[in-house]
């Protein structure tokens, strides 16, 4: 059970231009006939023995259990906050996107249906005040649904488009109104906001999966969002949880670098991701990880040094800027990377360079700086026949082409 | 009778309140070094009886109340 019927592209800077899809307005969704209500708490209880049984986990990276989640807010007393977060951190992310310009309804329900379970009495939109046509999307879905007889109480918050705002904790943070940062939390495998009352906070891809699944069944869960990168264009697929990369990207020829899930990820080899289907589950078995669902084959003419360079500095600009090991460790990884990337260093730099790599693991409050290293550790591997030409100062890329979105970066503090 | 197991311990700190003012590696260099940035490298081990010790002046010695102990039930 798809959500889309057809790809939906963007351009590669913005998320202005789109093609594909028509946007739903509320009198074509409104024929789905999704129910956001529970007559009864046996019908409630139904539903999430149904969305436990569909193995649905959060799609905003982590995969979190959705209806172990749910469930651990309903202990929590009544009248509490549910979060629809649609602030889509990684840039090269396109998938929140799609799902609010051309399906916002079918996100507003999943949001009225987890309201409905844990009794909540505040919802949140939550979204990057740069996201213009899904802001817009947004706003008409609201006003749709006023005239047609069916208004929603939804606040809509909006904050700089930072890469940390979208993580769970700061989301939380910044709907309790307060400062937007990741807080520390002695245990990560507890989802963050619950006590009294809650805060939930959901990736939208994942309240669109909960529509879908209340509709359509435990079917419903089993196909995910992909956004696919361009040099030009970012393409946003849906994929069944059977079908392979391969066939999913099946005009990739040779076995080109692939940037695998987001940019706090890993750098493989097309021929390692080929054969691998695209459920988050299946993954997290072989030890990989679905992550934001981003597949970026790198083109002939970019060099994957200087490309991971750019990622490593845009990651470092994205700091919160509280723990030391990330702002000011990343930041002097990155500085050291562009110079290994631009310039021959002499071999002790370069073992600098290693040894401080491995001093940022585990030591910030959130995973980001463990994530940006991920992707450093993961080229420096894959890469290494580049490595060595880097250091003798014969890397082929005349120009290397720029290729994966990195945002201009926004004044900070 | 079997032996009262002792208490496990194992630094702790919250880096998102560490301001990198180092006085805890003063009062416990074998314990706490510090990384080119200047922020603590703390164990992630459980603490030696020495260490233990080191760590906990280090814990009264943070301004910032960045660091704390946490006790681990013994296992086994
Ligand atoms: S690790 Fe970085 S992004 Fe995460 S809380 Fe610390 S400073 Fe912020
Ligand atoms: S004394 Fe406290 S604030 Fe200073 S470096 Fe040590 S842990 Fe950080």
Redesign the pocket.
């Known amino acids: 059970m798809k959500i889309f019927s057809q790809d939906i592209v963007f351009g590669s800077a913005n998320h202005e231009l789109s093609l594909g899809e028509t946007r739903e307005n509320f009198s074509t969704h409104s024929k789905l006939n999704i129910v956001t209500t529970f007559g009864s708490n046996a019908q409630a209880e139904e539903f999430l023995t149904l969305l436990e049984t569909s193995g649905l986990t959060g799609h905003g990276g982590a995969h979190f259990p959705v209806a172990r989640k749910i469930r651990s807010a309903m202990q929590s007393p009544a009248g509490g906050t549910v979060v629809a977060n649609a602030a889509e951190g990684e840039p090269g992310s396109a998938k929140d996107a799609a799902l609010w310009q051309f399906r916002p309804h079918l996100v507003i329900d999943g949001l009225l249906i987890v309201a409905q379970l844990i009794q909540a009495k505040r919802l949140v939109i939550w979204i990057h005040n740069d996201e213009r046509a899904s802001h817009r999307s947004i706003v008409e879905a609201i006003k749709e649904r006023e005239l047609a007889g069916s208004p929603i109480h939804v606040e809509i918050l909006t904050m700089p488009p930072r890469y940390?705002s979208g993580?769970n904790s700061s989301v939380i943070a910044g709907v309790r109104g307060e400062a937007i940062?990741?807080?520390?939390r002695l245990d990560k495998a507890r989802p963050w906001g619950l006590g009294n009352p809650s805060i939930l906070s959901h990736n939208s891809e994942t309240l669109a999966r909960i529509a879908m699944v209340r509709k359509y069944g435990v079917e419903a869960a089993r196909s995910h969002l992909l956004t696919l990168l361009g040099l030009d264009r970012r393409t946003v697929t849906e994929a069944a949880s059977s079908d392979t990369y391969g066939q999913v990207l099946s005009k990739t020829s040779g076995n080109p670098p692939t940037l695998f899930g987001g940019y706090g990820a890993t750098w493989m080899p097309w021929d390692s991701i080929k054969n691998l289907q695209c459920d988050p589950a299946t993954l997290r078995a072989t030890g990989l990880s679905f992550g934001a669902g981003i597949i970026g084959v790198l083109p002939v003419g970019s060099c994957p040094i200087v490309e991971t360079g750019r990622v490593l500095t845009w990651m470092a600009g994205?700091?919160?800027?509280?723990?030391g090991?990330?702002?000011r460790g990343?930041a002097d990884i990155a500085q050291r990377w562009n110079d290994f990337a631009t310039k021959a260093i002499s071999a002790d730099d370069y073992h600098t360079m290693l040894i401080r790599i491995g001093l940022i693991p585990g030591?910030?409050?959130?995973?980001?700086?463990d994530g940006t290293i991920r992707l450093a550790r993961s080229a420096l591997t894959l890469f290494s026949d580049e490595v060595e030409k880097h250091l003798e100062g014969k890397c082929e890329y005349e120009h290397s082409l720029d290729f994966l979105p990195v945002p201009l970066e926004v004044a900070t503090s | 009778m079997k032996k009262r197991a002792p208490n496990l311990e194992v630094l702790r700190i919250d880096?998102?309140i560490c301001a990198g003012v180092a006085m805890c590696a003063r009062v416990a260099p074998n314990t706490i070094t510090l990384d080119p940035w200047g922020f603590p490298i703390i164990p992630t081990d459980v603490l030696t009886e020495n260490m233990a010790k080191e760590a906990h002046k280090a814990v009264r010695a943070c301004p910032k109340n960045a660091l704390f102990i946490e006790t681990r039930e013994f296992e086994g």
Request: glycine share 8%; aromatic share 8%.
């Open positions: 940390i993580e940062a990741p807080r520390y994205q700091s919160a800027r509280q723990c090991p990330c702002f990343l030591r910030g409050g959130c995973a980001h700086p | 880096p998102t």
